[in-house]
């Protein structure tokens, strides 16, 4: 069982939007604003999306954003391509004993 | 651009060690603004950190597998290294390396570079 919760699956058509929640607790998502989110298709490497909670990495559209309220974070997704298919994966810093954990993933089908 | 590259055996036999080292291309290992660290992800199944090493050999370990991981650095090459004792095929997984940075001079999950990931199956 993984320390952050996912929902399994989520959907959305081509231009909508979609959110995807990253629940954990006051140890982890809700103590500290340092949850990052991954995307990943599959076969391939995760790729850094969204970190400190809302920050964007270079590169990374603006249709992506994060935000975090109380023991849940969330990664917004924004109209909708066919390429952002894939898993996405978040992870929030743990406290000096347990450090990094990640949510279980949430597969997002796009109609 | 920098660039991970995990190297190592695809298959080792139960109770046995795994042994990865990830060659770091592009960039130093030994910049102070870095962790470098080890993720995996059994088949079918999401991301387990691992644990992370500083240049200077610090090293932080997940609690659920701390007495069976050994991660080092050898900055000379450019590399860091995994080591996971008495494995079972519950350790078979892809396995990244990824840089991440720090907060409080901790590690900080922000895992802005990866490599490719290589899979080892544990079998005999």
């Known amino acids: 069982q993984s320390a952050l919760t996912q929902p399994r699956s989520v959907s959305g058509s081509p231009g909508q939007s979609v959110t995807i929640s990253c629940t954990g607790t006051?140890?982890?998502?809700?103590?500290?604003?340092?949850v990052s989110w991954y995307q990943q298709h599959p076969g391939k490497a995760p790729k850094l999306m969204i970190y400190?909670?809302?920050k964007r990495p270079s590169g990374v559209p603006d249709r992506f954003s994060g935000s975090k309220s109380g023991n849940t974070a969330s990664l917004t997704i924004s109209g909708l391509q066919a390429e952002d298919e894939a898993d996405y994966y978040c992870?929030?810093?743990?406290?000096?004993?347990?450090?990094?954990?990640f949510g279980g993933g949430t597969k997002l089908t796009v109609l | 651009q920098l660039q991970l590259q995990e190297s190592g055996p695809g298959l080792v036999k139960p109770s046995e060690t795994l042994s990865l080292t990830c060659t770091v291309s592009?960039?130093?290992?030994?910049?102070?603004?870095?962790?470098w660290g080890w993720i995996r992800q059994p088949p079918g199944k999401g991301l387990e950190w691992i644990g992370s090493?500083?240049?200077?050999?610090?090293?932080y370990y997940n609690p659920s597998l701390k007495s069976r991981v050994t991660i080092s650095v050898d900055t000379s090459k450019n590399q860091f290294s995994l080591k996971l004792s008495s494995v079972t095929a519950a350790d078979t997984a892809v396995y990244y390396c990824?840089?991440?940075?720090?907060?409080?001079?901790?590690?900080?999950?922000?895992?802005?570079?990866w490599g490719q990931g290589t899979l080892v199956t544990v079998s005999s």
């Open positions: 990824a840089r991440h940075g720090m907060v409080r001079g901790v590690p900080r999950p922000n895992f802005d570079y």
């Open positions: 592009g960039g130093s290992i030994s910049s102070s603004s870095y962790y």
């Open positions: 090493i500083y240049y200077s050999g610090s090293t």
């Open positions: 006051s140890s982890d998502v809700g103590g500290y604003n340092y």
């Open positions: 400190d909670v809302s």
């Open positions: 992870c929030s810093y743990a406290g000096s004993y347990t450090f990094e954990v």
